[in-house]
């Protein structure tokens, strides 16, 4: 009972130990978005392993996380490992965190992503690509292919499941804005207008009805408004006399054939 309580503690805690050597990983491309994050291998072997195609190495790597064995690659003293080659008992390590991720959307191989790992050593430089392809039935991954190029480049083949791009749906439309309850200056002045004269006109009526008044007679000042056209038809031919500049008396605009009207 003691020994499984320390192995799920050590357990534990080397979980906790693998995601804190974790690094950024999602990435939203042309294709769409990725999340890679369920493509980490983690357990007590946390990393994949492969033979490269060319030189007969064995490489173990990790996907946006160090790996955590074997005890060869982990003597180096490289600060994240993620990438690390063998040949026989010789180890080195061929990339660390964090990974620069770039999109493979329209490569002839299909979608996907690009994760490229460096390493700078004393004696040596190199760097790892690992083309990530979508592969809907390989979960969480697998390497199909590695090929090297010399001490300083290998390319990797790695399809995953979670190397397929989820499609990112574009912003709902906002809502058409509505129609403005908000009434311009213009309208409000001429509802003052209207509702001032309408309220003139029926008090006005009111009370000469009750003096007696009828018909025509009950329109307030009705005077003025039977007056009402001869004044705008003076004011019109005053307007032309001066727009025109002809003498009072002149009977230019009577020739126009406008007549007063009554």
């Known amino acids: 009972m003691k020994a499984s309580f320390l192995f799920l503690a050590f357990v534990l805690v080397f979980e906790a130990y693998v995601l804190a050597q974790t690094s950024s990983c999602t990435f939203t491309g042309a294709g769409g978005f990725y999340n890679l994050t369920n493509a980490i291998k983690t357990g007590t072997e946390s990393f994949y392993v492969a033979t490269s195609q060319t030189g007969g190495y064995v490489y173990v790597l990790n996907i946006c996380a160090s790996i955590n064995g074997p ?3 982990l003597t180096l003293g490289a600060t994240n490992p993620t990438v690390c080659r063998s040949q ?4 080195t390590i061929e990339g660390v965190l964090p990974p620069i991720i770039s999109d493979l959307s329209g490569d002839e191989r299909g979608n996907g992503v690009q994760m490229t790992y460096v390493y700078n050593a004393t004696n040596y430089n190199s760097t790892v690509v690992i083309n990530m392809l979508c592969n809907a039935s390989s979960d969480p991954g697998a390497i199909t292919s590695i090929d090297v190029f010399g001490h300083s480049l290998t390319t990797v083949i790695f ?5 397929c791009p989820i499609p990112i749906s574009p912003p709902p439309s906002p809502p058409p804005s509505p129609p403005s309850s ?3 200056g213009g309208w409000i002045f001429i509802l003052i207008v209207i509702s001032v004269v309408a309220a003139y006109l029926i008090v006005g009526a009111v009370y000469n009805v009750a003096k007696g008044k009828r018909s025509l007679d ?3 000042n009705v005077e003025i408004w039977m007056e009402l056209p001869s ?7 005053f307007s032309f006399r ?3 500049c002809q003498k009072e008396g002149s009977n230019s605009f009577e020739d126009l054939s406008i007549e007063p009207t009554s």
């Not at 026989?88 to 180890?91: L, N």
């Not at 004044?231 to 031919?237: E, F, I, K």
Request: glycine share 10%.
């Open 231 to 237: 004044l705008v038809y003076d004011g019109v031919l």
């Open 88 to 91: 026989g008992k010789t180890y």
């Open 218 to 220: 009950i329109i307030p």
């Open 159 to 163: 399809q995953s499941i979670y190397a």
């Open 242 to 244: 001066v727009i025109t």
């Open 182 to 184: 908000h009434m311009e």
């Open 71 to 73: 005890p060869g690659c």
